[in-house]
């Protein structure tokens, strides 16, 4: 009997960093149990090069991470969501789309590594920062028994990862 895959979706506003970092951390550590996608409001017209390094130097694949609208996510033909997620403060005041299936949500806000002014080994600490906290949050998301925690108790897990920090 095989398990169920259930799909998760990273939202950020510009999905170059943050939640590009989130699906590749969840497609790698959750592989066989999750399928992970990342979009955002107001899409980047590319992955942040600084990100997919950082995800290149933890050995985490980064062949086909692009930048994605969150609209590709709610229409007709888009994958069934069981989670949505948003990484960063601005996503998470948005309007999202009506996303079908009704999936749990949940913020796990991060510090926008982008958004760092400064040196480049200063930019670099904000990577690592934010891959950390997102790898540690991921980490607890998949040690959940998914299957014996009713809605209420799993709406709770959820937001509770949302406050730990690396």
């Given amino acids: 009997m095989s398990e169920r895959v259930y799909n998760v979706l990273f939202l950020c506003t510009a999905n170059s960093a943050r939640s590009l970092m989130a699906e590749s951390i ?13 979009a955002g409001s107001h899409p980047a017209s590319e992955p942040n090069p600084d990100a997919l390094a950082y ?20 229409g007709p033909g888009a994958p069934k969501m069981d989670f949505v997620i948003t990484v960063c403060d601005k996503a998470a005041g948005e ?11 949940a913020h796990w806000g991060v510090e926008d590594p982008v958004a760092v002014p400064g040196s480049d080994e200063r930019r670099q600490r904000a990577f690592a920062d934010a891959y950390h906290i997102l790898n540690r949050r991921i980490s ?3 040690s959940l028994p998914l299957d014996k925690l009713d809605r209420l108790a799993l709406q709770r897990e959820l937001a509770d990862i949302g406050k730990v920090t690396a």
Avoid at 55 to 74: I, S, V
Avoid at 95 to 105: A, D, F, R
């Fill in 26 to 38: 969840l497609n790698e550590f959750g592989r066989g149990r999750f399928t992970a996608y990342s």
């Fill in 55 to 74: 995800l290149r130097r933890n050995n985490l694949d980064t062949q086909g991470l692009r930048t994605k609208d969150w609209a590709e996510f709610a």
């Fill in 95 to 105: 309007s999202c789309p009506v996303w079908p299936g009704q999936p749990m949500t």
């Fill in 140 to 142: 607890i998301f998949l």
